[in-house]
């Protein structure tokens, strides 16, 4: 699959959600201004795409104007920055957020491993190179990890 292909998937998988992605990484951060959130938005999409200036720029505009984000601003000499921090309607959106994305995870992952199984059925089994399936097989153990405080979570709650 050619370069330009997997930028184009990889921009479709991050445009849609990217307000989404956007409170994560200022979530995470505590507070982040715009050039941080994009290198960050950079290397969650593996270096294959990330969102002009202009497009960003807008997106957290708008999610201050919804009262998601707040801005600070500060002054290094003559060059002004805006920080954002989540506002308390962020903090609740991003909860929410994450509560349904981890739903939609599980549901994504089974029918990712449905769509394996059925390739494997026709033939089509697609070779990872091993780098891939190293990385790949530590992303199924910190899931297996969380999965697992998860559980012990809720099941403390029920006792």
């Known amino acids: 699959m050619s370069e ?21 990484i200022v979530g995470l951060k ?25 497009n960003l720029y807008t997106i957290l505009n708008k999610m201050v ?8 601003e500060e002054y290094r000499g003559k060059v002004r920055r805006v920080k954002y921090n989540l506002t308390p309607k962020g903090i609740e959106y991003l909860k929410t957020s994450n509560d349904l994305a981890l739903r939609v995870l599980y549901t994504a992952a089974n029918y990712h491993e449905a769509l ?3 390739l494997e059925t ?15 097989l530590v992303l199924l153990r910190h899931i297996r990890d969380i999965l697992d405080e998860e559980i012990k979570t809720i099941e403390a709650e029920l006792s």
């Open 4 to 24: 330009d292909v997997e930028r184009r998937i990889i921009k479709g998988l991050f445009t849609v959600p990217l307000k989404d992605i956007i409170l994560v």
């Open 30 to 54: 505590g507070e982040a201004h715009g050039y941080e959130i994009l290198k960050e938005l950079e290397k969650l999409a593996i270096g294959l795409w990330k969102p002009s200036h202009s």
């Open 116 to 118: 394996k199984k059925k």
């Open 65 to 72: 104007e919804e009262g998601l984000l707040e801005p600070r």
């Open 122 to 136: 026709l033939g089509e089994r697609r070779e990872m190179d091993r780098e891939a399936i190293k990385e790949y």
